[in-house]
């Protein structure tokens, strides 16, 4: 069981850290497009790699940091059904929903991705704009970080949910326990 809780914290520290470098991408997006508007707007230049890279850069952002909502539960889900429902009955669903749908949905993407990266490396692609942006294939590689941090996090996920059904959540942090219904509710104070 240790050896579980270690799981979780090594993937979940992965992904933690994956997010937290790779969300301050939002704040050069803002500025490169705010650059590409005023540009355009006040002075009628327009360099087409400006406008590639803010497009890329929300790509990359978005891609890395798939598997650090998925630790901070910030992904789509019923909650209406999931939020109110026990310990015992929100581990079986997360483990059931990682072994049912998420695991298989990643084994796809990188099955198939693996292919259409591996081509844009040796074509060394590049934006297909004339003056846009070199090194795409830098870009599409994204796609099988996505899948691996999110598949990673599926089994922290997993491997929490097998140490709440064994009642030995106490060796995870507090911040990577399931939440009781009391404290996400905001009815009981720490």
Known sequence: MRALA???????????LVGNVFSWLSLAIVAVCFTVVVQRYVFSISYVWMQDLYVWLNGAMFTAVAGFALLRNDHVRV?????????????????????????????????FGWSFVARSWRLHEASANVGGMPGLFILKSFIIAFAVLLALQGIAMAARAVLALADREDLLPPCLRYESVAVSTGEAEA
């Open 79 to 111: 909650d209406i059904f999931y939020r109110p429902a026990s310990i015992r009955r929100k581990a079986m669903v997360d483990l059931i929903g990682v072994f049912l749908f998420l695991l298989p949905f990643t084994y796809v993407v990188i099955n």
């Open 6 to 16: 270690l799981i979780v914290r090594i993937i979940s520290g992965i992904n933690a």
